[in-house]
């Protein structure tokens, strides 16, 4: 069992930063593809970034390229969400998410994740 814990939402302004932090209690996190999601409510979950396990392969939802940075520390077992940029319409909740261990690729669907954090409220006023 792998638990994932966020931290670093919180209110911004338009235009200003966030960085989310998930950190997972697994000795084998390296071994992990990891993913980004957000929710509004009476919205389906809805994919933001992944990044594979190797840290080499990334992607992004074209809501957030270019202004979203996916990483990870394998040192310190933590994903993280780089946010610049943010708009209104970014206002969630987020939640990290990995998939089974020794899963290669990246994984775009809610589904294909085994284990989730308890999200981290990020609300962007205009």
């Known amino acids: 069992q792998v638990q994932l814990v966020e931290s670093g939402g919180g209110l911004v302004q338009a235009g200003g930063s966030l960085r989310l932090s998930c950190a997972a209690s697994t000795r084998t996190f390296s071994s992990y593809a990891m993913g980004w999601f957000r929710q509004v409510p009476g919205k389906d979950r809805e994919f933001v970034a992944a990044?594979?396990?190797?840290?080499?392969?990334?992607d992004y939802s074209d809501s957030v390229k270019g202004r979203f940075t996916i990483s990870r520390d394998n040192a310190k077992n933590t994903v993280y969400l780089q946010m610049n940029s943010l708009k209104p319409e970014d206002t969630a909740v987020y939640y990290c998410?990995?998939?089974?261990?020794?899963?290669?690729?990246?994984?775009?669907?809610?589904?294909?994740?085994?284990?989730w954090g308890q999200g981290t409220q990020v609300t962007v006023s205009s």
């Open positions: 998410a990995a998939r089974g261990a020794g899963y290669s690729g990246l994984a775009y669907d809610a589904q294909n994740y085994d284990y």
């Open positions: 990044l594979a396990r190797s840290g080499m392969s990334f």
